[in-house]
């Protein structure tokens, strides 16, 4: 049996993503082939195909971080699971493809009759953001944050959680995104007309308890200045080095992938050892997951059953078909979504995906 995958075969801008039709993969000792549902499209995708993400994967290599399927079959040693149950998974790479084989221990049940894209949101996009809002900066009723990239996937993912932890919102968004943030609760600060470090003094008098960085480099010092005494930037990303979805030094390559994480310690021990309190927390969902597995099964199953009890909906940007994954990472790189993108097969739902 074939099956379509996207291949990345050098890193560089999307160009470098290929449709390739290959035999379809059999499950090894422990493993369980899933059929994938709906795949997320999101910035460490676009960050690993230029070869600058810690976790970019040699070339050549099929992106995809999150996905959720149906359980297709089983190999060996497999126990406790069923073909046609609805799995999720962050495998980190390779879920832009039909099928992908994955580890038992990898999988975690999802409820059926959920979207599918609005399933696959969760994976990623609010185990990040819950797990720096009560794991990172362990957020407390009444407290004030800033969130930045805030109409974007992660973004409306800690807007939606945040009110549900009764904090007070601001976010930096386009002003094309400032309606959605508004929405959830945000207070928008249009990043390209406003000064933001101002605007929240002048907004929250001493400052904000927490900021939510996932820009990186000098950006995260600049975030800490928007932070009263005692307060937190939790810093999670590195989209600064990105312009236009590219690499703004126009150096696409693995060489350069852990420069950024230099820089990270920098301002870390700079938020301990300078005057004012005002720390600098580091996240990595994929560190905390090797660390502690459970926690990520623990807070993905949480996450899962809000979504059922519709106390959050993940906002969808656009869903491509798999083949147009180029398309998908060009929209994302232009930047200014609102939400997630994400790749699906025909039909949205759960149900109708394992029909």
């Excluded at 040699?58 to 497999?78: C, E, H, Q, S």
């Excluded at 820089?263 to 905390?288: C, D, E, H, M, N």
């Amino acid at each position: 049996m074939k099956h379509t995958r996207i291949i990345v075969t050098h890193y560089g801008g999307p160009d470098a993503l290929r449709v390739v039709e290959e035999e379809c993969p059999e499950p090894k000792n422990g493993e369980v082939r899933v059929r994938v549902l709906a795949a997320g499209v999101s910035l460490p995708d676009v960050m690993a195909r230029e070869g600058i993400h810690p976790e970019t994967p040699l070339v050549p290599y099929t992106p995809g971080w999150d996905l959720v399927g149906v359980v297709d079959r089983l190999g060996d040693g497999v126990s406790e699971i069923e073909p046609g149950q609805i799995v999720a998974a962050m495998p980190i790479s390779g879920a832009y493809a039909e099928f992908v084989c994955l580890p038992q221990r990898e999988l975690v049940p999802v409820p059926s009759g959920l979207d599918a894209a609005e399933a696959v949101s969760l994976v990623l996009n609010y185990i990040t953001a819950y797990q720096m809002l009560h794991r990172s900066a362990k957020v407390k009723p009444g407290e004030r944050v800033l969130i930045h990239g805030a109409s974007g996937g992660v973004g409306t993912a800690l807007l939606q959680l945040g009110r549900l932890a009764g904090l007070e919102m601001y976010g930096t968004c386009s002003s094309r995104g400032a309606l959605a943030v508004s929405e959830l609760g945000g207070v928008p600060i249009d990043y390209r007309n406003q000064d933001y470090v101002k605007e929240i003094h002048r907004l929250a008098s001493e400052g904000v308890d927490a900021v939510f960085d996932g820009i990186g480099g000098t950006h995260i010092w600049r975030s800490r200045k928007a932070l009263r005494p005692g307060g937190r930037v939790v810093a999670y990303g590195l989209t600064g080095s990105l312009r236009g979805g590219r690499l703004a030094s126009g150096r696409s390559g693995r060489r350069d992938r852990f420069s950024g994480i230099a820089i990270f310690a920098l301002y870390i021990a700079g938020g301990w050892l300078l005057p004012g309190r005002k720390r600098v927390v580091p996240y990595s969902i994929q560190t905390l997951k090797r660390l502690r597995p459970a926690l990520f099964r623990q807070d993905l199953i949480a996450l899962l059953d809000l979504l059922q009890q519709k106390k959050i909906k993940p906002l969808i940007a656009q869903r491509f078909p798999l083949a147009e994954a180029r398309q998908a990472q060009e929209l994302l790189g232009k930047g200014g979504v609102i939400g997630k993108i994400v790749l699906v097969r025909n039909g949205s739902s759960l149900e109708s995906g394992a029909a």
